[in-house]
């Protein structure tokens, strides 16, 4: 089992930055497709924002592209959102999100929500114009 957890969220104006941090813990021996998903309300869907491969390979999609940064500390068990040039659009409940069972790959996969099997509960951000 793995189990996600993130912190980091929080308020900002426009133009602002935040860091994310979501740590791993449980199978922290398990390679993992990890990635952030958006939702901007309630019952709508999760959008993928980035994720990242076991190997470091990223991907991102078109809307945080070249503003928001992936990364992952493998000896902390910690994965992280750098976002910088924040929008109000980019305001929403961000969440971490895993797929464990591809040895690590993310085969393409890593920003549909229906290929990740594990979870953070998500933290709030922000952004005021």
Do not use: P
């Amino acid at each position: 089992q793995v189990r996600l957890e993130e912190s980091g969220g929080g308020s900002v104006q426009a133009g602002g930055s935040l860091r994310l941090s979501c740590a791993v813990s449980g199978q922290t021996n398990k390679r993992l497709c990890m990635a952030w998903f958006r939702q901007y309300a309630a019952g709508t869907g999760r959008e993928g924002v980035a994720a990242i491969d076991s190997w470091g390979d990223t991907d991102y999609s078109d809307s945080v592209k070249g503003r928001f940064t992936i990364s992952q500390d493998n000896a902390k068990n910690t994965l992280y959102l750098q976002m910088n040039s924040l929008k109000t659009e980019d305001e929403a409940m961000y969440y971490c999100a895993a797929e464990g069972s591809s040895e690590g790959h993310c085969y393409g996969f890593g920003l549909r929500d229906d290929a990740m099997n594990y979870w953070g509960s998500g933290t709030v951000v922000t952004v005021s114009s």
